[in-house]
Antibody, heavy 120, light 106 residues
Framework: EVQLVESGGGLVPPGGSLRLSCAAS????????MNWVRQGPGKGLEWISS????????YYGDSAKGRFTTSRDNSKSSLYLHLNSLRADDTAVYYC?????????????WGQGTLVTVSS | IVMTQSPATLSVSPGDRVTLSCRAS??????VAWYHQKPGQAPKVLLY???ARATDVPDRFSGSGSGTEFTLTISSLRSEDFAVYYC?????????FGQGTRLEIK
């Protein structure tokens, strides 16, 4: 069974930093591109970032460029999202999500999410 | 690419046939996926490639469209289908979602 478990969320002051992790199991992690998607309170889904299976190619949405960094460690079947210069509007549940097929970035498996709250 | 869903909310009854719409601001070929999300849960993929059902998705869900206009149809609503539905384009970066359509019980 595919499992994605996010961790690392919490309360952080404006301007602060946080590192989110996503632990994957039940599939060959190194064969899949992975993504981060977030959802603000009462809001819709916003794609944040995508990283290919080897970690070579990384794409970011506009809200993440210059502030967030995505990485992965295939030896640990783990995905990471480093959040810097956090703002109140970064408050959201952050999901990691798997791409099933190479070249088709839609998401067949999602974690349960980790909540990041940016507040003083 | 901006994805625009309509309507924002739809009040329907179990057993109804429902059609949700999603419009792209430019052509995305058939590179659209649909998800639904229940309160407190992660989204779940329903369709990809505009019309292909994902694994274990019931055949009451169907999709159509290409270019800029897409629809998701639920042939006969069941209680477990009341949720928020999102379309997503994966034709180009950045990936973008529609703002969602909420199905609520009439």
């Amino acid at each position: 069974e595919v499992q994605l478990v996010e961790s690392g969320g919490g309360l952080v002051p404006p301007g602060g930093s946080l590192r989110l992790s996503c632990a994957a199991s039940g599939f060959t992690f190194s064969s899949h591109s992975m993504n981060w998607v977030r959802q603000g309170p009462g809001k819709g889904l916003e794609w944040i970032s995508s990283i290919d299976s080897s970690g070579t190619y990384i794409y970011y949405g506009d809200s993440a460029k210059g502030r967030f960094t995505t990485s992965r460690d295939n030896s640990k079947s783990s995905l990471y999202l480093h959040l810097n210069s956090l703002r109140a509007d970064d408050t959201a549940v952050y999901y990691c999500a798997r791409e099933l097929r190479l070249g088709a970035p839609y998401f067949d498996s999602w974690g349960q999410g980790t909540l990041v709250t940016v507040s003083s | 690419i901006v994805m625009t869903q309509s309507p924002a909310t739809l009040s329907v009854s179990p057993g109804d046939r429902v059609t949700l719409s999603c419009r792209a601001s430019q052509s995305v070929d058939n590179k659209v996926a649909w998800y639904h999300q229940k309160p407190g849960q992660a989204p779940k993929v329903l369709l990809y490639g505009a019309s292909a059902r994902a694994t274990d998705v019931p055949d009451r869900f169907s999709g159509s469209g290409s270019g800029t206009e897409f629809t998701l149809t639920i042939s006969s609503l069941r209680s477990e289908d009341f949720a928020v539905y999102y379309c997503q384009q994966y034709s180009d970066w950045p990936l973008t979602f529609g703002q969602g359509t909420r199905l609520e019980i009439k």
